[in-house]
């Protein structure tokens, strides 16, 4: 199965459009491109300092992940990235925003972190793959406690 197969529509079809640069530097290019699309979360929900229950565990670019409820019972995703030169953190939060706000909860809650490496590629260092992974399951786990499946905590 093609490794775009493994994620929600929109998602499939943004990771199909990147990975088909015909080279490394055109992907990062890609990448950069989307990354200046990002913006600020809206003040109408969070503004500075953010707190740390929205805060993603590990990422070095400080980014915190708000939902808002949307009226069919998905959710719309909002990042906040508070390093400015977090080209990478910036990309995924306008990837994640775009591609799964107004997803159904239950895809959402089974997105895999491997779609780090199918965005990015392999050769993220530690620290940045770690942040950048901590970023999805964030939201999963947003989807998660949307759904009922799982509690503040962490329990199901």
């Known amino acids: 199965m093609p490794e775009a197969d493994r994620y929600p529509a929109k998602l499939s079809k943004l990771l199909r459009r990147i990975t088909a640069a015909a080279t490394r530097a055109e992907r990062i290019q890609t990448l950069i491109d989307i990354s200046r699309r990002y913006r600020e979360v809206p003040q109408r929900i969070a503004t500075r300092p953010y707190t740390k229950d929205h805060e993603v565990p590990g990422c070095e670019s400080g ?28 990309a995924l939060a306008v990837i994640l925003a775009d591609t799964m706000s107004g997803t159904p909860l239950a895809q959402v809650a089974a997105l895999s972190s491997d779609i780090v490496y199918d965005l990015f590629g392999q050769e993220l260092s530690m620290g940045k793959s770690m942040g950048l992974q901590a970023m999805v399951q964030m939201v999963a786990r947003a989807a998660q406690r949307a759904a009922g499946a799982v509690t503040a905590d962490g329990v199901g």
């Open 63 to 90: 980014v915190y992940v708000y939902t808002e409820d949307r009226d069919d019972g998905t959710l719309e995703f909002h990042f906040a990235v508070e390093n400015p030169h977090g080209i990478s953190a910036k």
